[in-house]
């Protein structure tokens, strides 16, 4: 009886093994039907039981974007924006901008005092710093043209989560004790809000965000009312005057998500989809990857001095153009097609050279040492159809500008920061920038954000982008050639080391096992300052392999929460 028992036991086990070998195939990450990968095992499951419900690609993004409201505070949210690129099952692209805008009230000389300086961390922290959200008129969009199940199913996870809580994951328990401090100073003198406290947040308590409950089950049932009018927009309008900021009720009433065409681009035999202006993201990394063509980077060995001399070389001619001519392009006349011209980049390139380092331009001081790398979020989403979809969202710094909407439960964005606040001096990612991202009212601010999709011989080839501020755009030019140039897999494409510089500061960050000892002392005959960095970017990648499965590749490496989870 009792061997009985267990042989039962055992059969069953080993069916159970069978079925799920069968969805993830061969190795770990690799699956049949579809697949999400995100900064968070909890969203990542959310999206994944979308799909299975039978939810498309896009249905699933709708429903990780709330989850990660709820489960990744620091990133994740319902009152920051961001970008998708998709590609639908029949090869059809498109982007969505739902970028924050500047307020109406918002002015050029905003973050300078009377003699011109800025006003340090104005732009930064505190409720001058916030910009019109975008991520709930987005959501809202994206479903309407693309969803299939109902909104009220898409929404009902985040709500969930939010009502019985979130365990504290050990790496999310220490960011909000890092920010604890800057979050209790912001909000001193609000009560109940699960993020103030006076003492530690620990690994595996849970979290329960009434407020942000009540604030989602609003948007489920009245969709983009549910948070530009009404209770939640009131909450938001009291929490700007208590703090004297500037978005007002007809900025919330009138702001609205904008389908884009996505930007096209080849590289190789690859087609590239990718976000246009008002971010910066897709014309820097076609120009790298033009540049990356150009010099046939695969020759050289991965991580040789080449190798990085050549990258460090593109990028600060790259993120030059990218200070000086891209912004909103509802505001200024942003020249996409003469930046991406062959004739533009081969000349643009012709003076790097193998024996010389270029010496970027000087500037005012602005020394900005330090690089946020876990702010912003990205997530990919591949589904049964073959529909694809690539989102970065984000609150800019990591809990934005750390206010949180009393009543409410969520923090506000700082993307106001990602402006040129003044011409020459440097944002929080050491970007600078000119007049094109000069503050206007109701402009958006460039982004470095870059949700990307990779063709091959007119096949879904990779969904690919990171967080990390200025670091977004290099993050996914490796990972992309690292699969072209280096013939990578999909996870050692994420995992390998990555480097990054920007033309302003003059300097080449790079992960601690990024640059050999001697290729180290190579560039640094040459002129390179070399800093190192603890983690540079977070990809979330889904690549389609020769079988014609999805093979997740989240970064764990670097973020132990990130998963791919599918079936
Ligand atoms: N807030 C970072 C970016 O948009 O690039």
Not at 253 to 263: D, I
Not at 443 to 462: C, D, H
């Amino acid at each position: 009886m009792k061997l009985n028992r267990v042989l039962s036991i055992v059969v069953l086990l080993l069916l159970l093994l069978a079925c799920n070998q069968n969805n993830k195939l061969k190795s770990d990450n690799v699956f049949k039907n579809g697949v999400v990968v995100t900064a968070h095992y909890l969203a990542s499951d959310v999206g994944n039981n979308i799909l299975k419900q039978g939810g498309n690609a896009f249905d699933a993004a709708v429903a990780v974007q709330f989850a990660l409201a709820v489960v990744y505070p620091r990133a994740g949210n319902i009152a920051g924006g961001g970008f998708a690129v998709i590609r639908t099952a029949k090869g059809e692209s498109e982007s969505l901008d739902f970028r924050e805008k500047a307020p109406k009230a918002a002015s050029e000389k905003m973050y300078l005092d009377a003699n011109g300086n800025v006003i340090e961390g104005l732009s930064e922290i505190g409720h001058l710093a916030v910009g019109v959200p975008g991520s709930v008129d987005g959501m809202v969009k994206l479903h309407e043209k693309y969803g299939r199940l109902s909104w009220e199913k898409l929404v009902q996870p985040a709500i969930d989560l939010a009502k019985n809580g979130v365990i504290l994951t050990a790496l999310e328990a220490d960011k909000l004790n890092a920010y604890r401090e800057r979050i209790n100073k912001v909000n001193s003198g609000k009560i109940n809000c699960c993020y103030l406290r006076k003492t530690d947040f620990k690994k595996g308590e849970v979290i329960k965000n009434p407020e942000l409950e009540n604030v989602l089950i609003r948007i489920k049932e009245q969709g983009r009312k549910g948070f530009y009018e009404g209770e939640t927009a009131e909450l938001i309008i009291s929490e700007m005057q208590r703090g004297k900021g500037l978005i007002s009720k007809e900025d919330l009433l009138e702001y609205k998500a904008v389908w884009r065409p996505a930007l096209i681009g080849k590289y190789r035999d690859c087609k590239l989809i990718s976000m246009p202006p008002p971010s910066s993201g897709g014309i820097a990394l076609l120009q790298l990857l033009k540049g990356a063509e150009e010099f046939n980077l695969g020759q050289y060995q991965f991580g040789s001095f080449e190798h990085i001399h050549l990258m460090v070389e593109l990028e600060r001619r790259v993120y030059a153009d990218r200070a000086t001519w891209l912004g909103d392009p509802d505001y200024c006349s942003v020249p996409v097609n003469k930046l991406l011209s062959e004739e533009y980049l081969v000349n643009r390139f012709s003076n790097i050279s193998m024996d010389n380092k270029s010496n970027s331009q000087e500037i005012k001081a602005g020394n900005v040492e330090v690089i946020e790398s876990f702010e912003t979020t990205h997530f990919s989403v591949v589904d049964q159809w073959g529909n694809a979809v690539s989102v970065t969202t984000t609150l800019n710094g990591n809990y934005g500008s750390k206010v949180i909407v009393e009543g409410g439960g969520f923090f506000l964005n700082n993307e106001m920061d990602d402006f040129s606040i003044k011409p020459g001096v440097p944002n929080q990612f050491g970007l600078v920038g000119g007049k094109a991202n000069a503050i206007e009212p109701e402009k958006r601010m460039l982004s470095s954000m870059a949700p990307t999709i990779v063709e091959k011989n007119g096949k879904l080839f990779m969904v690919t982008g990171s967080p990390g501020g200025s670091t977004i755009i290099t993050s996914v030019f490796q990972n992309i050639i690292n699969a072209v140039e280096f013939k990578m897999n999909p996870q050692n494409c994420v995992n390998a080391p990555r480097i990054h510089s920007q033309w302003l500061p003059d300097k080449v960050y790079a992960e601690t096992d990024a640059i050999s000892p001697t290729v180290k002392r190579n560039l640094q005959d040459l002129g390179h300052t070399i800093q190192e960095q603890s983690r540079i970017g977070m990809m979330a990648n889904i690549a389609v392999n020769e079988d014609g499965l999805l093979v997740g590749a989240p970064d764990t490496l670097r973020h132990k929460d990130s998963r791919a989870i599918g079936y």
